[in-house]
């Protein structure tokens, strides 16, 4: 890791972690603490993100200097192509709104998630950052990629007119405690691990998959997520967004056999085909933020060994949504 002086130190400063309860927001609160931050969160119970006036509010009271904005209505394949007025409204009021009463408030730095899925369904591979609409979007997910390059987009013009510190961080598909573990909402990461622990739990011999399980997905976990978002918020400040990832792939079939290898589960697949493959492939170049001085720590194997292992011990069975037990 890089020697030279901080851009930005974290440490001691009020950073606001916007969508703390979901998995990525939960990582980086965690990471935070041990940066010796201020971290502030609020439930959604108290404000509506969507609420223009009640952010504002909200932020003038508080006074964040830092935010790091991981709040987004997130889901799989299913749950993006069923629930398009959501995942495009919810995702860009809720960047509006934090992105404009960030700059009302002089907020010092604002680090905006996205995803890999911004980028074109048939981009080269590996995806550098500057393939960004360069082709058409992959349809099951193009209401939440449009949210996010308007996220992207964002932070790029609140820079140039008002000189505002907000960038961008494009991580991979994530996996990882706080996952949403429901079978029709989540990832397959997550949907995985649920039907590969039911499985045992009951002693099934057969678990069924989405699509053919040939699309190519790069893993992070999510622990390793918010450590590149603490080293980009100290020392990236650009206009350009930044993509995370591992730069390792897997085929979704492959990623089966890994965790059933994890759970100790030695059953086989059946795959549905006539559920969507989605993009065949969606593997990132990392070489920008590699050359910044970060890779990601965690392999695989020990990632979803621990992803397993959270499962386990958090959700007890008959908790799960969408599992028939
Ligand atoms: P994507 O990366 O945006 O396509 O979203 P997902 O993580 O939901 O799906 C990734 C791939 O896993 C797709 O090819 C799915 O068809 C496949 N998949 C296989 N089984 C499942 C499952 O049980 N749930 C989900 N969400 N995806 C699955």
């Known amino acids: ?46 404000m509506d993100l969507r609420r223009q006036a009640d952010v504002e509010a909200w932020m003038a009271e508080t006074r964040p200097e830092v935010i790091f904005l991981a709040a987004a209505t997130v889901g799989g394949i299913h749950a ?9 409204y919810d995702n860009l009021v809720i960047e509006t709104n934090i992105v404009h009463s960030a700059y009302r408030c002089g907020v010092k730095k604002l680090v905006l998630l996205g995803s890999s899925c911004i980028y074109p369904r048939l981009a080269p591979q590996p995806m550098s950052e500057d393939l960004l609409l360069t082709g058409p979007l992959e349809p099951t997910n193009e209401w939440y990629a449009v949210a996010k390059i308007a996220g992207i987009k964002l932070c790029q013009a609140y820079r140039r007119q008002y000189g505002c510190d907000f ?50 997905r790069e893993f992070l976990f999510v622990d390793d997520l918010a450590d590149a978002l603490v080293f980009l918020a ?77 499962y386990v011990d958090n959700l007890p069975a008959g908790t799960l949504r969408g599992i028939a037990s």
Not at 18 to 44: F, Q
Not at 184 to 213: D, F, M, P, S, Y
């Open 1 to 46: 890791m890089s020697t030279e002086p901080l851009l930005f130190p974290l440490r001691g400063k009020r950073v606001w972690v916007a969508g703390h309860r979901g998995m990525a927001g939960s990582a980086i609160v965690r990471r935070l603490r041990k940066e010796g931050c201020d971290v502030l969160t609020v439930g959604r119970d108290v």
């Open 80 to 88: 993006n192509s069923t629930r398009p007025a959501e995942f495009l």
């Open 167 to 216: 960038i961008a961080a494009m991580p991979t598909n994530l996996y990882g405690p706080g996952d949403n573990f429901d079978l029709q909402q989540g990832h397959v990461a997550a949907a995985l691990i649920a039907k590969i622990h039911q499985a045992k739990r009951t002693g099934a011999e057969t678990v069924e998959l989405w699509g053919t399980g040939a699309p190519l």
């Open 234 to 310: 100290e020392r990236y400040s650009g206009e350009e967004h930044v993509n995370v990832g591992t730069g390792i792939e897997t085929s979704i079939r492959g990623l089966a056999e890994l965790i059933a290898e994890v759970a100790g589960w030695s059953g086989h697949f059946r795959f549905d085909s006539s559920k969507p493959d989605g993009s065949p492939r969606k593997l990132m170049d990392n070489s920008r933020i590699a050359a910044m001085g970060w890779t990601a720590p965690t392999n695989l194997r020990d990632g979803f060994a621990q992803a397993y292992r959270w």
